[in-house]
């Protein structure tokens, strides 16, 4: 069952010196409890197509279909935590934007942050916490709100590398535990490849598809068990070619 | 309990703030002290200079005839009103401004003219408008903060961090929620600053004013002791303004602080 179709997605945007298209013919289907990865090189527009998705940018033309009464989540580059909110109330900043402060969401955030090991953070300030926690409260802040479908945008650049690794690990299991469904914009090969069913390949600007693979691992598990796949490399080395960096 | 060098370190940083404070106090106290001294020996022309002495004796004299405190009440009044109106008015404004892109780029340039025109220029028409008045004193005073204030609060609310608007667009959030869940409380700092600098502002357009046509205030005495070359009283109008705005300099301060907690 699909929960999002996405078909001939095209984005134009236009400056005072010209239009640029930023995205053509982009589609995507999206299945329940699905992990797709969207990998392209840098400055090829994947962002755009997550800020279209959730309604942040305009299509220039292309049809998105959801299911109905589905949510979406947003978690975009950096944690962008408010300094000035002790975690628990960032946490619970989407629901009092949606004025949707009942207790039962507020048990649910309550239950997050103590199964993720914020518990004893709660009022902790977020200049007191590590970027890694950091990250996982703005995950909290994001499924607060009960998202179907989380869209994430390069949702650990910020972080150094050992840290970005355990978090990644760390996020995927949560999404996994909530049973979200979830599309992930990233530059790096290796983290889409380790996390996702899914990962979509595309050109330079404009954004066309260029491959679909489906990620089929031996022992599946989670993003730094699946690096040691012997399938990995050859997915890795398959991307890369498709992608044609030169410097 | 700390070790050794830690309660050294301690012990430095303490010594270091006392001797600081220790130099503070001894360089005024020495001001003070040279001055008077050179007074009593006849070093400086005292008609021209005043001294401590004769400072201290026209406050009390002030004091006495109950006029000190008139005076004071009668500045801080005008500089309290103006200061609240173009702190407020100026974060309304500006408000606006970020609100509604359009008005802010028609605008842009009037603020600017207005913001680079020496505002003094407008004395004799705001006298004739408003009349020769506490009115046109807080006018003046306003002209010369608010548009300082519009300009560098507009400023700030635009440069508040776009991914986390593009946050609290993706959940949905109306323009009067980014507004006092984010623009507001992100630029704190930057509104106690805005604060900071409209006291001295506005103290400096009060005393304009109160130059300009005042039967009152400390601008007054001022300027009244200077028509009638008594320089004691300007030099006693010139402290105790001093004095009135490092208060509520510190006012604001003390404020900042509390609120922090």
């Known amino acids: 069952m699909d929960i999002l179709k996405v078909k001939n997605l095209k984005k134009i945007y236009h400056t005072k010196t010209g239009e640029i298209l930023a995205v053509d013919n982009f589609s995507l289907n999206l299945k329940q409890g699905e992990f797709v990865a969207i990998v392209g090189p ?25 299911q109905k009464n589905l949510k979406f989540g947003y978690m975009l580059q950096g944690d962008n935590l408010f300094d000035w909110r002790t975690i628990y109330k960032n946490c619970l900043l989407g629901l009092e934007l949606e004025n949707n402060l009942t207790k039962e969401n507020i048990k649910y955030v309550n239950q997050l942050l103590d199964t993720y090991g914020l518990k004893d953070f709660k009022k902790a300030y977020p200049n007191n916490l590590s970027g890694g926690m950091r990250q996982r409260v703005s995950l909290i802040r ?49 983290e889409a490849i380790s996390m996702a069913d899914k990962v979509i390949v595309l050109t330079n600007r404009p954004s066309k ?9 031996t022992n599946k ?27 | 309990m700390y070790s050794k060098e830690h309660r050294e370190y301690l012990k430095k940083i303490k010594l270091k703030n006392f ?84 008005i802010s780029k028609v605008i842009d340039p009037y603020l600017t003219i207005l913001n680079s025109m020496p505002k003094v220029s407008l004395g004799p028409i705001i006298i004739i408008i408003a009349g020769a008045g506490t009115k046109s004193i807080i006018i003046m005073a306003l002209f010369i903060s608010i548009i300082i204030t519009i300009i560098n609060v507009h400023q700030a609310f635009i440069s508040t961090d776009q991914n986390k608007i593009r946050l609290l667009k993706s959940f949905k959030a109306k323009p009067y929620q980014i507004y006092f869940k984010l623009i507001l409380p992100s630029n704190y700092n930057n509104l106690i600053n805005v604060c900071k600098v409209n006291i001295g502002l506005v103290f400096i357009g009060v005393i304009m004013g109160e130059f300009l046509v005042s039967k009152a205030g400390i601008g007054y005495l ?19 303004l001093a004095i009135m705005a490092s208060l509520m300099y510190y006012f604001i301060v003390f404020i900042e602080k509390r609120l922090q907690k």
């Open chain 1, 221 to 247: 598990s989670t993003p730094i068990q699946n690096r040691k796949a012997k399938e990995f490399s050859t997915y890795y080395d398959k991307i890369w070619k498709d992608i044609d960096y030169h410097v």
């Open chain 1, 142 to 190: 994001t499924l607060a709100t009960k998202p179907d479908i989380l869209f994430l945008d390069e949702p650990f650049s910020a972080l150094d590398y050992q840290t970005r690794l355990a978090v990644s690990d760390d996020v995927y299991k949560i999404i996994k535990k909530e049973k979200k469904s979830a599309i992930m914009v990233t530059h790096d090969l290796s």
């Open chain 1, 209 to 217: 598809i260029k491959n679909i693979y489906e990620i089929n691992l």
């Open chain 2, 222 to 240: 001022i300027m009244y002791g200077s028509q009638v070359f008594n320089l004691n009283l300007v030099m006693t109008g010139i402290i105790l």
């Open chain 2, 19 to 102: 001797l600081i404070k220790f130099t503070q106090i001894l360089i005024i106290l020495l001001f003070i002290f040279i001055w008077q001294f050179a007074a009593n020996h006849n070093l400086i022309n005292t008609f021209i200079s005043s001294s401590p002495k004769s400072i201290l004796n026209t406050i009390i004299n002030l004091y006495q005839d109950g006029s000190l405190f008139y005076h004071i009440w009668i500045t801080f009044y005008e500089v309290l009103i103006s200061f609240l109106i173009a702190t407020i008015g100026g974060i309304i404004i500006a408000t606006i401004l970020w609100r509604y892109k359009f």
């Open chain 1, 42 to 66: 840098s400055g090829c527009g994947k962002s755009t197509i997550l800020s279209i998705l959730c309604g942040l940018d305009k299509a220039s033309s292309g049809s998105i279909n959801i």
